[in-house]
């Protein structure tokens, strides 16, 4: 029997590695059609980002002439109230 355990464990190893190999392999797989996937969306993802920062960006211009604050040169801002 002693002759057979080192066998069996080569099998053994053998089997387990082949195993984690086709775990591997498929987990590539999947990761690949993943991010492929993502990728043939991205452009539709930037451009909807971007109409977003659109609007968000005239949201807060609206709510800052209600508020009565206006846009000096450059990033500099005032209210209403301390133009004076």
């Not at 190893?13 to 990728?39: C, E, H, P, Y």
Request: aromatic share 2%; glycine share 4%.
């Amino acid at each position: 029997m002693a002759e057979t355990d080192p066998k069996s464990v080569q099998d053994l190893t053998a089997v387990v590695q082949t195993l984690l190999q086709q775990m591997q392999d498929k987990f590539q797989t999947m990761s690949d059609q993943i991010i492929g996937r993502n990728i043939l969306f991205l452009p539709q993802m930037v451009d909807d980002m971007s109409c977003r920062i659109d609007d968000l960006e005239r949201n807060i211009a609206d709510l800052m002439t209600q508020a009565g604050v206006e846009e000096l040169e450059g990033d500099n801002k005032t209210t209403a109230s301390n133009k004076g």
